[in-house]
């Protein structure tokens, strides 16, 4: 276990302008960078001398990773959100709107290269403040596996093709929804016992054909085995599925969703909500498998990242 790694900076606002390159040097297993807040032009009289310190973790800056990002404030903010990759990821606060905590999300499909990242916080004043800094995203080679499964699960018949769409159409409106309050709660613990036995990302090859990169990690269980939620969340589907089966998608608030499929059986309905360790199905075998599993993937806000880089980031992390 690498030890935790912070290091922490403080610049008024008059020095906005300057630029920061070379944030996401690694250092050891936690990567720390710097932000700068800024006020507009218009409002700068009236927040000059603020003082603002930001830092990001996170295991490695490449697809798939989660980035956490810490910001404190000398002045009391009301709201904050981090914008990158073109997705807006809500910041969460403490009760004097000083302390500022986000999640971001490399998807899976990002490129390697600068990419901008800018925080924008709203004081109580209702005036506008906004950070710029740059995080580099290092490229990853994902290895490929080949699986033998029906036939009917590479190349689905025609009659159960509105099924998938609609089904598509479903899943696909669960993760584009942003629930404004945080659900869960300090770290992420993997939902069954052991560790993963097919990594995040890795490039699917069934029955000789190509399809999409693995979206999250299987954990190998004996059916029946019973599936518990990795954090608190609210369950928004607990339904049977044409490719994952019986899966269940847990909402864990700020856009943040654990969808946990091949289930054998349900345990809860939707609509209940769960707190960490709860019974949430037993493993199974249902949908396009090869045998009993687990599969667990992570959505935020709608980015695709590893679940086992949540567990870590954030097990570092609060």
């Given at each position: 276990?690498c030890a935790k790694i ?6 008024s ?12 040097k690694?250092?050891g297993?936690l990567?720390a960078?710097i932000?700068?807040?800024?006020a507009?032009?218009?409002g700068?009289?009236d927040?000059?001398?603020?003082k603002i ?5 996170e ?6 990773e989660v980035v956490?990002?810490?910001a404190k ?9 981090v ?8 910041a969460f606060?403490?009760l ?6 986000a999640?971001?999300g ?5 490129a390697?290269?600068r990419?901008e990242?800018?925080?924008?916080g709203?004081g109580?004043?209702?005036k506008n ?5 740059t995080l580099?995203?290092k490229?990853?080679k994902?290895t490929?596996r080949?699986?033998r499964?029906e036939e ?7 009659n159960?093709?509105p099924?998938?769409?609609a089904e598509s159409k479903?899943i696909n409106?669960?993760?584009a ?5 945080k ?6 613990h ?9 990594n995040?990302?890795k ?5 000789g054909?190509p399809r999409?990169p693995?979206s999250g990690?299987d954990f190998r269980g004996?059916?029946?085995?019973p599936?518990?939620?990795p954090n608190a969340?609210r369950?928004v589907?607990?339904s ?5 089966g ?13 969808y946990?499929a091949?289930?054998s059986e349900?345990?809860v309905k ?10 949430i199905?037993k493993?199974?075998?249902?949908g ?7 599969h667990?993937t992570?959505?935020?806000v709608?980015?695709?990242v590893?679940?086992?880089s ?5 097990g570092t992390s609060r």
């Amino acid at each position: 276990m690498c030890a935790k790694i912070e290091s922490r900076n403080t610049f008024s606002l008059a020095e906005a302008n300057m630029s920061f390159p070379g944030l996401g040097k690694s250092r050891g297993c936690l990567i720390a960078g710097i932000f700068l807040l800024c006020a507009p032009a218009a409002g700068a009289a009236d927040v000059q001398g603020a003082k603002i310190t930001f830092i990001h973790k996170e295991r490695s800056l490449q697809p798939g990773e989660v980035v956490f990002i810490e910001a404190k404030s000398s002045q009391p903010l009301k709201s904050m959100q981090v914008e990158m990759f073109k997705r807006k990821f809500p910041a969460f606060g403490d009760l004097n709107g000083l302390a500022w905590s986000a999640l971001i999300g490399i998807d899976l499909g990002t490129a390697a290269g600068r990419h901008e990242v800018v925080l924008k916080g709203t004081g109580r004043d209702e005036k506008n403040v906004t950070a710029k800094g740059t995080l580099v995203v290092k490229a990853k080679k994902f290895t490929t596996r080949q699986l033998r499964v029906e036939e009917k699960y590479v190349t689905p018949p025609e009659n159960e093709m509105p099924r998938i769409e609609a089904e598509s159409k479903r899943i696909n409106a669960i993760f584009a929804s942003v629930t404004p309050v945080k659900i869960w709660n300090g770290s992420f613990h993997v939902p069954v016992p052991g560790t993963a036995i097919s990594n995040f990302g890795k490039r699917n090859v069934y029955n000789g054909d190509p399809r999409s990169p693995h979206s999250g990690v299987d954990f190998r269980g004996a059916s029946g085995t019973p599936i518990r939620a990795p954090n608190a969340g609210r369950v928004v589907l607990a339904s049977s599925l044409y490719f994952s089966g019986n899966t269940v998608i847990l909402d864990h608030g700020l856009g943040l969703y654990s969808y946990l499929a091949h289930l054998s059986e349900f345990s809860v309905k939707e609509g209940e909500m769960v707190e960490r360790g709860d019974i949430i199905g037993k493993v199974g075998a249902t949908g396009r498998v090869t045998g009993p599993h687990l599969h667990w993937t992570v959505r935020l806000v709608t980015a695709l990242v590893d679940p086992l880089s949540l567990v870590s980031v954030l097990g570092t992390s609060r």
